[in-house]
């Protein structure tokens, strides 16, 4: 049997305190997979967890909390570079943020970048389809368009 805690409110504050908490129950908490949090702390995101007297993993609300800052920044597209570097310039407490302001200023703009593209994609696949007047595939505009009309 683990030893895990029940979540105990306090007053203003967003997290709650747990106690050995299994990578199973971290993965449902965070809706990140079993394999995913593995694979972060073999790259370094999470830190090696404390280790149970039945030698499971143990998480704390530490962990839990990190994990989802992970999951969030992931979920909107920084890689895991960016996530490593935001980790350890929040563990800088008393440096102002502007250097984060930086990393998702310029994650913005590849975003947007993105945005362009896919619009830009979207015209030209309109252009296309609206191009096509039905008939046999020996007529087919959309074939014709991507270069496969023999």
Do not use: W
Request: with cysteine; proline share 3%; glycine share 8%.
């Amino acid at each position: 049997m683990d030893a895990y805690m029940h979540p105990v409110a306090t007053t203003g504050s967003r997290t709650f305190c747990m106690a050995n908490l299994t990578i199973g129950k971290l993965a449902k908490a965070t809706g990140v997979k079993v394999e995913t949090i593995r694979y972060y702390e073999r790259a370094g995101l999470i830190a090696p967890p404390a280790r149970t007297s039945g030698n499971y993993r143990a998480y704390d609300a530490a962990d839990l909390e990190r994990l989802r800052f992970i999951r969030r920044t992931r979920d909107l597209g920084f890689t895991l570079e960016e996530v490593r570097a935001m980790l350890n310039l929040a563990a800088q407490h008393d440096q102002p943020c502007g250097t984060i302001d930086a990393i998702a200023a310029e994650h913005l703009k590849q975003v947007d970048r993105k945005i362009a593209d896919l619009e830009g994609l979207r015209r030209e696949l309109s252009t296309i389809i609206a191009s096509c007047a039905g008939g046999s595939m020996h007529d087919c505009r959309i074939l014709e368009a991507f270069g496969e009309r023999e």
